[in-house]
């Protein structure tokens, strides 16, 4: 998940952030309205619209639509009609940063106040669930299986190409940290395996039934990251079948050319009914910047600027903790950034539900990871340096 909304999140009160915002979206007299486009706000209201159904009272759309008059019977209306109303809260469920921020923009105008009567919404549905019913559900865990690699990329968000020692992760390890993973969080809306190259970890067979036979039915979807120049096994397509795994398949063609098997993987997943995602056609890659070109010195305050419009979504789990930041997980692994307890949940410790979803949007004892300091970002909003995807190095 994104955090758009919360732009302070360094920690003073773990457990308990969120207490005064979770007090305001709970009142029981409370009317919402869902702003988005028609396809976000349906989208929600699979998600956790029907928990707060009989209070929402309109649906404002942020698309220019004179056909739809209502979403699951509820009216469709304009931003001027609810400004009046003291009880509105706003619940925006735009996905796009700019969307999101030009909503709150408007919305203010009319005096309503980001995290006091104007909420993003994904935001909104976690902190709904956490302290309504006590269930914490969390946006996406990468599971790094594998520094092994068919490729050497030079701007690997993993580093791969830049690890001292390459080895694949134990099996009994990735099992107990799904095991830990599950004892705290009750559900993981997405739930990636990759590395590395994910289709070289020689356990993927047993590890994937592993956690779709114990947690299946608290994952909404389980992924597998290959690069596309692997063809997977029989017995591989099996499990990904059974299991019913979608493939992530990015696409170097590009830069790879015959190198990239990426059309007889996708041939030969659709033989096997197993659902393939292809990523990166036609994109370009973020120059992070870590290891060879680390940016300059910021100060505390950039810093959490910094991280704040970054708000990277990509959450890492590997040896009973979470790390907020995938990269910055792949630098410690790698050996090439010390590790920092700031920048890490460990499940192993007495751990909230509040405190875990405090993590998940952000905070933390420094209110950014120190990894921060020499990484460029993980968005356009935060980092103009665009590369070609998968262009390889020779490494000496
Ligand atoms: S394919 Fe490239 S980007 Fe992906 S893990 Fe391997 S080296 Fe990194
Ligand atoms: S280390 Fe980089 S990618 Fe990670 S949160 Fe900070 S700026 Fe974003």
Not at 11 to 29: C, F, M, Q, V
Not at 152 to 171: G, M, N, R, V
Request: aromatic letters at 12%; glycine letters at 6%; a negative charge.
């Amino acid at each position: 998940m994104r955090n758009y909304s919360f732009k302070n999140t360094k920690w003073l009160n773990p457990g308990h952030e969120l207490d005064y915002i979770a007090s305001i979206i709970t009142r029981k007299n409370n009317r919402f309205y869902i702003v988005g486009s028609e396809k976000e706000i349906s989208l929600f209201w699979e998600i956790s619209g029907k928990k707060i159904e009989p209070l929402i009272k309109g649906c404002i759309l942020t698309e220019n639509n004179d056909v739809i008059n209502s979403i699951n019977n509820v009216p469709v209306i304009k931003d001027t009609d609810i400004i009046d109303d003291i009880y509105s809260i706003i619940v925006c469920v735009s996905q796009n940063r700019n969307n999101y921020e030009a909503n709150m923009n408007l919305f203010s105008n009319y005096g309503f106040d980001e995290n006091r009567q104007f909420f993003q919404g994904e935001i909104f549905s976690q902190v709904y669930d956490v302290y309504v019913d006590d269930y914490l559900s969390i946006d996406r865990v990468e599971i790094f299986v594998t520094s092994k690699c068919s490729l050497q990329c030079e701007k690997c968000i993993a580093y791969i190409p830049y690890f001292k020692k390459t080895e694949h992760e134990s099996l009994e390890m990735l099992k107990a940290d799904s095991d830990l993973l599950f004892s705290k969080v009750d559900y993981v809306r997405k739930y990636k395996v990759l590395g590395g190259e994910a289709f070289l970890y020689p356990d993927i067979i047993e590890y994937v039934d592993y956690i779709c036979e114990k947690y299946g039915n608290r994952i909404g979807s389980i992924r597998v990251g290959t690069n596309g120049t692997i063809k997977p096994s029989r017995e591989l397509l099996e499990m990904l079948k059974r299991n019913r795994v979608i493939v992530d398949i990015s696409d170097y063609m590009d830069t790879l050319g015959k190198r990239s098997k990426l059309q007889e993987v996708i041939t030969i997943c659709k033989e096997n009914d197993v659902e393939v995602d292809v990523k990166r056609t036609g994109e370009q890659w973020l120059d992070m910047g870590f290891p060879n070109n680390k940016p300059l010195n910021r100060n505390e305050e950039q810093l959490q600027n910094h991280f704040h419009k970054c708000a990277f979504y990509c959450r890492d789990f590997w040896n009973g903790k979470l790390w907020f930041c995938c990269s910055n997980f792949a630098a410690v692994r790698a050996g090439l950034f010390d590790e920092n307890n700031n920048d890490y949940l460990d499940f192993r410790e007495e751990l909230s539900k509040k405190e875990i979803l405090e993590y998940e949007i952000g905070y933390s004892s420094l209110g950014h990871t120190t990894f921060c300091e020499v990484c460029r970002g993980c968005s356009d909003e935060v980092n103009p340096f665009h590369v070609e995807v998968a262009k390889q190095v020779v490494i000496k």
